[in-house]
């Protein structure tokens, strides 16, 4: 069966389970559905089996980040809501964390990276990489380095300072604060939901759900990286999610 048609399936059960009429089950998570979803006060949550089925026996940690992730989702309602945004950004957590579903910091600290070092002017002055466009800061201002922590691997100062702002955290002077499984579902889900990464959100990438727009998405968090191993994913946890009662 072809991803699409995973994907087709899986919407119409969703759809199904909200009660809607036949000619609203169509296989695409649209407007008609996600308004249907809203007025019935119904949550999003697993089918334990079938995740399992796919992703195998998990360790106690997996299944706290997986309700971590899920609880926050469902507490962010709105668009958080959508299936499909749901599904990817379990996808989008699951490889960010290599199948952890802990909030981990990058491996290597980015070391290798522009944001995971310090440099020396001719001065002596000691500074960091706040952002790709080649923006400094002082390390007697910021004495941290702002590699990749949590879910979403959040790197850049610019990047904390952004996230911090929104949600009401000063993560530019306490940056482990990301690793804080909560404010870590926090992060990912609105920078996706507001594409506070790359400027692309999910409702830029995703109309009706296709596996195409699985693939495209990825673009919300870091190029065409794995694209396609993400979409994947994405479909897989779309036919582990179930709509209940709140």
């Known amino acids: 069966m072809s991803y699409d048609s995973r994907i087709d399936n899986a919407v119409r059960r969703l759809q199904a389970q909200l009660g809607l009429a036949p000619k609203h089950i169509d296989g695409a998570w ?8 809203h007025a019935s006060g119904k949550k999003l949550d697993y089918n334990w089996g079938v995740l399992r089925d796919h992703f195998g026996r998990f360790t106690q940690a997996q299944v706290d980040g997986f309700n971590t992730l899920l609880e926050a989702i469902n507490k962010r309602g709105s668009d958080a809501l959508n299936p499909l945004y749901a599904a ?5 957590t699951w490889h960010e964390t290599a199948a952890k579903m802990e909030a981990i910091s990058e491996y ?3 070391s ?4 995971g070092k310090w440099y020396k002017n001719s001065k002596g002055v000691v500074y960091g ?8 800061y002082l390390k007697s201002q910021y004495p941290f380095l702002y590699y990749g922590r949590g879910y979403p691997q959040l790197t850049w100062l610019d990047n ?3 996230m911090g702002k929104l949600l009401g955290l000063d993560l530019a002077n306490n940056p482990e604060l990301a690793l804080v499984p909560a404010n870590s579902a926090a992060i990912m889900i609105e920078g996706m939901l507001l594409g506070s ?4 959100s999910l409702s830029k990438c995703m109309r009706y759900g296709s596996y195409g727009e699985f693939v495209y998405s990825r673009r919300i968090i870091n190029g065409t990286d794995r694209d396609s191993l993400v979409a994947r994913y994405a479909v897989q946890f779309l036919e582990c999610l179930t709509i209940v009662d709140a």
């Open 30 to 37: 649209g407007g008609t559905s996600q308004k249907a979803l």
């Open 88 to 92: 990817y950004t379990l996808a989008t």
């Open 160 to 162: 904390y300072k952004k």
């Open 129 to 136: 990489r706040a952002n790709h466009r080649g923006n400094v």
């Open 112 to 115: 290798t990276r522009k944001y």
């Open 108 to 110: 290597g600290k980015g």
């Open 197 to 200: 990464f790359t400027g692309l």
